[in-house]
T-cell receptor
Framework: KQEVTQIPAALSVPEGENLVLNCSFT??????LQWFRQDPGKGLTSLLL???SQREQTSGRLNASLDKSSGRSTLYIAASQPGDSATYLC?????????????WGLGTSLAVNP | GAGVSQTPSNKVTEKGKYVELRCDPI?????LYWYRQSLGQGPEFLIY????????DSGLPNDRFFAVRPEGSVSTLKIQRTERGDSAVYLC????????????FGQGTRLTVV
């Protein structure tokens, strides 16, 4: 059974720091991995999607890497800003039967202080 | 539409009442997912549609929950005899297909059962 873990659960940093958020998964048989952002009381915003054949994806100050064999992904945030404060969730899409549902971590709650 | 649309954004109902939550996916997306999220938790899978059919409804917690997607586009999640434990944010997502495609989420419906 696929399990997704995110470390740390919470992180508080001063503005300008470069950050690394970690996501690990137990079953390497995945189609893809997706990083999301969630603001308090809001829905989920997709940040980056990495296919199983890819090693990394970049969007602006965000870079996500994927090491499928070791079951790990990292989200790198460069030059963090107070507007980056949110919960970051990773989810993997697996092969379970007829369903390609996303399996989720519990998220990392990030606070970037001015 | 431009994104996944969910209505209503907030719903307060009395225990025992019936509620319907609507999801309007991105045009052309054949895959549609319902999740629910409780405070401090990751999303919990409920049901997955591929086209008009429910390909996997294994996440529905009991027979009070039912979902339809009669024309392969809009979906309605129906909850009968609501209970206080049903209170959560109900999230809908759509994607082009099942596998290597990005999932896009709506803003969710916050259901409160009093």
């Amino acid at each position: 059974k696929q399990e997704v873990t995110q470390i740390p659960a919470a992180l508080s940093v001063p503005e300008g720091e470069n950050l690394v958020l970690n996501c690990s998964f137990t079953d390497s048989a995945i189609y893809n991995l997706q990083w999301f952002r969630q603001d308090p009381g809001k829905g989920l915003t997709s940040l980056l999607l990495i296919q199983s054949s890819q090693r990394e994806q970049t969007s602006g100050r965000l870079n996500a890497s994927l090491d499928k064999s070791s079951g790990r992904s990292t989200l790198y945030i460069a030059a963090s800003q107070p507007g980056d404060s949110a919960t970051y969730l990773c989810a993997v899409r697996g092969y379970a039967g007829n369903n390609r549902k996303l399996i989720w971590g519990l998220g990392t709650s990030l606070a970037v202080n001015p | 539409g431009a994104g996944v649309s969910q209505t209503p954004s907030n719903k307060v109902t009395e225990k025992g009442k019936y509620v319907e939550l609507r999801c309007d996916p991105i045009s052309g997306h054949t895959a549609l997912y319902w999740y629910r999220q409780s405070l401090g938790q990751g999303p919990e899978f409920l049901i997955y549609f591929q086209g008009t059919g429910a390909a996997d409804d294994s996440g529905l917690p009991n027979d009070r929950f039912f979902a339809v997607r009669p024309e392969g586009s809009v979906s309605t999640l129906k909850i009968q005899r609501t209970e206080r434990g049903d209170s959560a944010v109900y999230l809908c997502a759509s994607s082009l297909g099942q596998t290597n495609t990005e999932a896009f989420f709506g803003q969710g419906t916050r259901l409160t059962v009093v």
